[in-house]
Nanobody, 125 residues
Framework: QVQLVESGGGLVQAGGSLRLSCAAS????????MGWFRQAPGKEREFVAA????????SYADSVKGRFTISRDNAKNTVYLQMNSLKPEDTAVYYC??????????????????WGQGTQVTVSS
């Protein structure tokens, strides 16, 4: 089993920045993917970003390209999401996810076996 714990959410004004962290414990992978998803009230969970184990492969949703950066520190079993130039439409619960394989569609929630509990990000206008 893998346990994922997110932190770093909060309230920020539009144009501000936040950095989310996702700490993994339990069974850890030496390959695979970790991703960030978000879910706003009344909306489906949507892909934000993903990174492979080595950090050499990343993927971003079009809506966050150029503003968000995903990175990882394997020594700490932690993945980060640096969010800059935040907009009110970025308001959501942000979830960390992990799987042992990058897979065909890492942008889909079904591609991940493990999920954190989520952290709230609220961007005020």
């Amino acid at each position: 089993q893998v346990q994922l714990v997110e932190s770093g959410g909060g309230l920020v004004q539009a144009g501000g920045s936040l950095r989310l962290s996702c700490a993994a414990s339990g069974r850890t992978f030496t390959s695979g993917v970790m991703g960030w998803f978000r879910q706003a009230p009344g909306k489906e969970r949507e892909f934000v970003a993903a990174i492979n184990w080595s950090g050499g492969r990343t993927s971003y949703a079009d809506s966050v390209k150029g503003r968000f950066t995903i990175s990882r520190d394997n020594a700490k079993n932690t993945v980060y999401l640096q969010m800059n130039s935040l907009k009110p439409e970025d308001t959501a619960v942000y979830y960390c996810a992990a799987d042992s394989q990058w897979g065909i569609r890492p942008t889909l929630p079904v591609s991940y076996d493990y999920w954190g509990q989520g952290t709230q990000v609220t961007v005020s206008s």
